[in-house]
């Protein structure tokens, strides 16, 4: 069965700082997209960006790039220079090639600090 | 862009009663899903239907069901309410086909309480 694992509750950045959120997933289907999904404090998902497992480049969407190591199973998500309007919940999710279901993980919870 | 409307953003109801929750897509998709969301728990899929008429459930489907009669509008049934489904409820929506590569577009949610 597919899982997802976000081990961090919470972090907190300085702004213009750079910060990683953790990724770890779990799936014995050898294709497959990874998915990272923004959360304000307004409630609406907001895609910020998407991995496939035989994509051999990282992905990128301006200052967001998806860490992806797939003997390690984690799809890490980069935040490069932190702004205030970053704060928000971030969850990372998958979908096997197979499978219906957008599985996610429990999400972390940033905070930005000026 | 994409819109996908969800008809109440707070919902208080008693135990017992029959709830509706209606979501509404603009887009022609034929993929509808319906989340909920608890804290430490992320997004769990209740129901979700790929047609018209056509439905699967999701990882926690008991208390639920759905409605899937026009392809834009997708609906949430709670039977008879008890307080264990105060939640956040989210809807979403994906283009055909259904691969690895569509994202969910969302609506905003429904806040669901019940006394």
């Known amino acids: 069965a597919q899982k997802i694992t976000q081990t961090q509750p919470g972090m907190f950045v300085q702004e213009k700082e750079a910060v990683t959120l953790d990724c770890t997933y779990d799936?014995?289907?050898?294709?497959?997209?990874l998915f990272w999904y923004k959360q304000p404090s307004s409630g609406e998902m907001i895609f910020l960006i998407y991995?496939?497992?035989?994509?051999?480049q990282n992905a990128t969407e301006g200052r967001y790039s998806l860490n992806f190591q797939k003997a390690r199973k984690s799809a890490n998500l980069v935040i490069s220079a932190s702004q205030l309007g970053d704060s928000a919940m971030y969850f990372c999710a998958m979908r096997e090639e197979y499978g219906n279901k957008l599985v996610f993980g429990a999400g972390t919870i940033l905070r930005v600090k000026s | 862009d994409v819109k996908v409307t969800q008809s109440s953003r707070y919902l208080v109801k008693r135990t017992g009663e029959k709830v509706f929750l209606e979501c509404v897509q603009d887009?022609?998709?034929?993929?509808m899903f319906w989340y909920r969301q608890d804290p430490g728990l992320g997004l769990r899929l209740i129901y979700f239907?790929?047609?018209?008429?056509?439905?699967e459930k999701g990882d926690i489907p008991e208390g639920y069901s759905v409605s899937r009669e026009k392809k834009e509008r997708f609906s949430l049934i709670l039977e008879s309410a008890s307080t264990n489904q105060t939640s956040m409820y989210l809807c979403?929506?994906?283009?055909?086909?259904?691969?690895?590569?569509?994202?969910?577009?969302f609506g905003n949610g429904t806040r669901l309480t019940v006394t």
């Open positions: 979403a929506s994906s283009p055909p086909p259904q691969g690895i590569l569509s994202p969910l577009h």
């Open positions: 239907s790929y047609d018209v008429k056509m439905k």
């Open positions: 799936t014995s289907d050898p294709s497959y997209g």
């Open positions: 887009m022609d998709h034929e993929n």
């Open positions: 991995q496939g497992s035989y994509d051999q």
